[in-house]
């Protein structure tokens, strides 16, 4: 069943894309922050009364920390969708397995004693590969989407994937001590409207167009459902099934970007596509094989 939790989160997830994709046009990042934030918490407030679940909690510290690195990843998220190819943002930020190899890499390198012999490059060298395999990818997917003047939306797109890697982190550890679903998912909306009202502060406020403004509810709603779902499937416990289903997003995200976007896609597109996704398991069941108990991560 969490299989299932994960398939829904990746759908809803690329269809909330498509909603800021169309109101990027009219607002900015920090405003679709914001939206997505105050909406999803009047969603998760109304659905916590229905379920008769208390928002009160004991670990407040924990929430706004992961909050805050959920809405940094998200912000960044927002910036790369509203000036990439759908598909290409959305590849983007499902790097975060990629990410966590990277640091466990770098990490074992840091550490590396050479006096106590160790193996570290036998021990390491499977992982390193995935990461070198993971940036081939992009490489290969970003030359022929992005043009010259979109250069600085793929680095905002790839430091979405390295935030919500931490992100996730975090939401594991929060179903790891009981935080109901709907509450870890409403302190973060929380924190997004939070950080999207400062945001506009500095960015400014686009005039009101209902037009475009219509996106703002579905976005909201089908935000907060993402967020439901995966946090369901990832407090359950991730599985390698579960973790590795996270990429089923791309797939939803590329679909979305060829029928609604017209996007072009061309073959060494999708061959960096499929090294992301082939790499970013690979990544996942090395760690997984490494220490049975390493937490799983965000999309």
């Not at 969708?81 to 390198?109: E, K, R």
């Not at 990429?247 to 896609?265: E, H, Q």
């Amino acid at each position: 069943m969490d299989a299932l939790w994960m398939l829904a989160a990746s759908l809803f997830f690329a269809s909330m894309a498509v909603c800021i994709k169309f109101a990027s046009a009219w607002f900015n990042a920090a405003e679709l922050v914001f939206w997505r934030g105050l909406l999803g918490m009047v969603v998760m407030g109304l659905w916590a009364r229905s379920r008769r679940t208390s928002l009160a909690t004991r670990y407040p510290v924990m929430h706004a920390w992961r909050s805050l690195v959920g809405v940094l990843s998200l912000g960044a998220w927002f910036y790369a969708i509203a000036g990439l190819p759908l598909a290409t943002a959305m590849t983007l930020n499902y790097m975060s397995s990629v990410w966590i190899a990277a640091f466990l890499v770098g990490g074992a390198l840091v550490a590396w004693n050479p006096r106590a012999g160790t193996a570290v490059i036998t021990r390491q060298g499977p992982l390193a590969l995935t990461v070198l395999a993971g940036f081939a990818g992009v490489v290969l997917m970003l030359r022929p989407t992005i043009g010259s003047q979109q250069v600085f939306a793929g680095l905002v797109g790839l430091l979405s994937g390295v935030l919500s890697a931490f992100a996730y982190l975090q939401v594991m550890a929060l179903g790891r001590i009981g935080e109901p679903e709907v509450r870890t998912v409403f302190y973060f909306a929380a924190g997004s409207a939070v950080a999207g009202a400062i945001g506009m502060t500095l960015a400014g406020v686009s005039p009101w167009d209902w037009g475009h403004a219509a996106w703002l509810l579905p976005m909201a709603v089908l935000a907060s459902l993402g967020q439901w779902c995966m946090t369901r499937a990832y407090s359950h416990g991730a599985t390698l099934l579960v973790a590795n289903l996270q990429y089923s997003g791309i797939v939803f995200g590329a679909l979305y970007s060829l029928a609604l976007f017209g996007d072009r896609i061309p073959l060494a597109g999708w061959g960096g596509m499929a090294l992301i996704c082939a790499s970013g398991i690979a990544a996942t069941v090395l760690r997984s094989g490494a220490a049975p108990d390493a937490p799983a991560e965000e999309h």
